[in-house]
């Protein structure tokens, strides 16, 4: 390996947060091998952006990004239709130029952004984080995958047609309300990107328990392929704290590149799901969630979502598409009891 040498961090991205980095780590200036994601990289932020410049660091907190800041995070790749799109590079050097994708602290080389974003924040690599003689990675920590389940409190699912649906809506309000009313919930965030952000809003609403993909090793879903193993470790870990019920958000949409559908694919987790939820922001996205599901021999048991922001909406959708509808915002209790009667 070549030489090393030591740095100080200013601030660590909460992709990181499986490994417990400590603010001075030693470093490589390349790893002579391919870059893989997960690997955890430093670098030294170069520019800013006005509408997208903070990280969020192992604690949930948020600090800005300041061009000059060095920053330790993971290299991933990321397909945010409302956000950044990136991959890992081939390899990775002290001197490369890079972007920071995410508020987790996931690093890549952007390829794009939504229309209503400055371009990505770049950064330069310092080097790679090492630890003994191999390049830290949070694989090296992950929970195994499983290839099959086992027994397993009932699942509610919340799947969207596409980042901020409100997905993380439904599942809080189910999770606060299920807690008020004596159940223990566990909750878990199966696909995205890294951040923290929506596990401790669960744990803030009453999750005894809460893990996501980052558990395991993947700094985001994207390319993951098969994830149902993935999600079975997941749904195993938080069976140990002996749940009531599991509510399991799939971040970004069922379409999209996240391997969401993969889920659905899988037999066994398809006989686990007590009761799925699909977010939506209009009406063409609910039929096209429902139709699609229903491909993959999945039942929406719950149109949510901004499409049901006004009476007319949840009226259209039970009239038109027979399927339940309720709105988080005005009328929770209803959301919670149609999931309550399902998983009973």
């Known amino acids: 390996m070549t030489q090393r040498s030591t740095i100080e961090i200013d601030k660590i991205g909460s992709a990181t947060s499986p490994l417990n980095l400590a603010r001075t780590v030693t470093i490589v200036p390349s790893n002579g091998r391919s870059a893989r994601a997960g690997d955890v990289v430093v670098v030294r932020v170069l520019t800013d ?6 990280l969020e660091l192992p604690t949930g907190r948020l600090a800005k990004v300041n061009p000059g800041d060095v920053v330790a995070g993971v290299l991933g790749r990321r397909r945010a239709l409302k956000g950044f799109v990136g991959d890992v590079p081939e390899t990775v050097a002290a001197g490369d130029e890079l972007h920071l994708l995410n508020l987790g602290g996931v690093i890549g080389q952007c390829s794009g952004h939504h229309s209503s974003l400055n371009d990505a924040i770049k950064v330069e690599v310092l080097g790679l984080a090492v630890s003994g003689d191999s390049i ?3 694989a090296d920590v992950a929970l195994p995958a499983r290839d099959t389940l086992g027994p397993t409190a009932p699942l509610v699912v919340i799947a969207g047609a596409c980042m901020n649906s409100g997905k993380t809506y439904a599942a809080t309000e189910i999770i606060q309300l299920g807690t008020r009313a004596g159940l223990r919930i566990a909750a878990a965030k199966l696909s995205g990107v890294a951040c923290l952000r929506d ?3 669960m744990q803030d609403h009453g999750a005894i328990a809460t893990a996501s993909f980052l558990d395991c090793g993947l700094p985001s879903t994207v390319g993951a392929g098969d994830l149902a193993p993935v999600a079975k470790s997941i749904i195993s870990r938080l069976n140990e704290s002996a749940p009531d019920l599991i509510v399991i958000e799939l971040g970004d949409g069922i379409l999209g590149g996240y391997s969401v559908e993969s889920i659905f694919e899988d037999a066994e987790l398809r006989e686990a799901i007590a009761a799925l939820v699909f977010c939506a922001s209009d009406y063409v996205a609910a039929w096209g969630g429902i139709e699609l599901l229903r491909r993959r021999r999945m039942n929406v048991d719950l149109v949510a ?3 049901t922001d006004s009476q007319m909406g949840e009226d259209y959708i039970e009239r038109e598409f027979g399927v339940p509808a309720a ?3 005005r009328n929770g209790a209803k959301l919670f009891q149609i999931v309550k009667d399902q998983v009973s």
């Open 199 to 201: 596990t401790l809003n």
């Open 49 to 54: 952006n006005a509408t997208y410049n903070m």
């Open 327 to 329: 709105n988080v915002r």
């Open 136 to 138: 830290q990675n949070i």
């Open 305 to 307: 979502g901004s499409v």
